[in-house]
């Protein structure tokens, strides 16, 4: 009888140097079982095409892998474990999990048993979770309070002590994991703007941070800045918060392609009055052209928010029009692979430790990963 072997993970061999600074994020968007539904890599992926970006990533040298979180198709714990069986140096986050999604020993548990089943590189990214969305299923909104209490009790289950908590997260008198990993804890990332609030709760309680993608290398700076000064205020070493900026990437993509996961994923972003109004406000964005880009009548019209009932790019001759070019190059990294070097070169400058690709996916950023290599600051 015919035999097939499974390989598992490449050799050591077949995979280029890892980018130290250079991560990827996959599924960056929809997501669904029926791959026929997607003409394009940029317009969607299924979980198990997310698996193979995942090796993928790792065969080209990226760092690691990010990914968000949805609850129908797109299970965090599921896909990374996916993707760590099938790898063996990528690192492997979580962008973002809500610890009031999860009973804080699940949290724990996901974290450890990552960990033992794959060596330490896994990182653990919780953020606060979108207000509107979790309200309508019975969710607050994660408090910044809550985040580090959850940072606090997930170590200490994983150095398996006993812990008394009521709060956000829950109420427990002796909560305990019996059986720990015995090599290093994870790392426990924050995601958001970190403004003084986050920024205050990035450096009480957390080992990185996971800034927004589409936002401009000033505002990344501004982000930065305020996390170093929080650090400063409690006498924290502000190297030592890992800071990490995502960018939409288009190297060598036909112009419908690449105004699609810009300038479309954008209007999904500005769409929302409360996040979309922090984003601009954080870019120094006219919002008089935000509110004109809302009162589009393709945005008005639709029954439900926009990008539930239209695709991105079916949004880029739309609302997308009503935004400024110079806006969607200035957040994002679109043309030949060295410009989007460049372009990505901008965030390091400003002060990011670390730049991960959004919307598109590790194998279209091959040449990319090429150029990132190449450029004259990698070779300094």
């Not at 930065?224 to 650090?231: F, L």
Request: hydrophobic residues 40%.
């Amino acid at each position: 009888m015919a035999t097939t072997t499974v390989r598992v993970a490449p050799p050591e061999a077949e995979l280029a140097p890892v980018c130290e600074d250079f991560s990827a994020f996959i599924i960056a968007g929809a997501v669904s079982g029926d791959g026929t539904k997607f003409a394009r890599e940029t317009e969607g992926r299924t979980p198990a095409q997310g698996v193979q970006d995942g090796v993928d990533a790792e065969r080209l040298g990226f760092r690691r892998v990010f990914i968000s979180e949805r609850w129908d198709l797109k299970e965090a714990d599921v896909i990374l474990a996916a993707i760590g069986a099938r790898t063996t140096r990528l690192e492997l986050v979580t962008g973002i999990i809500v610890p009031t999604t999860r009973h804080p020993w699940m949290v724990a548990a996901l974290g450890a048993t990552m960990q033992c089943c794959f060596g330490p590189r896994f990182v653990l990214g919780v953020g606060r979770g979108d207000n509107g969305a979790f309200r309508g299923m019975g969710i607050e909104m994660t408090t910044f309070k809550a985040l580090v209490e959850s940072a606090r009790i997930t170590r200490r289950l994983w150095a398996g002590e006993s812990v008394a908590y009521e709060g956000q997260l829950g109420r427990f008198d002796a909560l305990q994991s019996h059986e720990t990993y015995p090599g290093p804890q994870p790392p426990i990332w924050i995601a958001g703007f970190c403004h003084e609030k986050g920024a205050a709760a990035a450096a009480e309680a957390f080992d990185g941070v996971i800034l927004p993608p589409m936002l401009t290398p000033k505002a990344t700076a501004a982000a930065v800045g305020r996390i170093r000064e929080a650090c400063e205020r409690i006498d924290r070493d502000p190297a030592s918060i890992r800071i990490v900026q995502p960018v939409v990437t288009a190297p060598d993509m036909d112009e419908f392609e690449a105004r699609s996961i810009s300038a479309g994923r954008l209007v999904t972003y500005l769409q929302y009055p409360y996040y979309g109004d922090i984003l601009a406000t954080a870019n120094g964005w006219d919002l008089d052209v935000v509110r004109r880009m809302r009162e589009h009548p393709q945005l008005t019209s639709a029954a439900r928010v926009g990008d539930l009932t239209y695709h991105r790019h079916q949004m880029v001759e739309g609302p997308g029009s009503v935004i400024p070019w110079e806006w969607v190059l200035d957040c994002s990294a679109i043309g030949t692979p060295k410009g989007c070097a460049t372009s990505l070169q901008r965030f390091i400058d400003a002060g990011a430790d670390e730049v991960t690709t959004y919307g598109s996916t590790p194998r279209q950023n091959a040449p990319l990963v090429a150029a990132w290599r190449e450029r004259p600051e990698a070779q300094r």
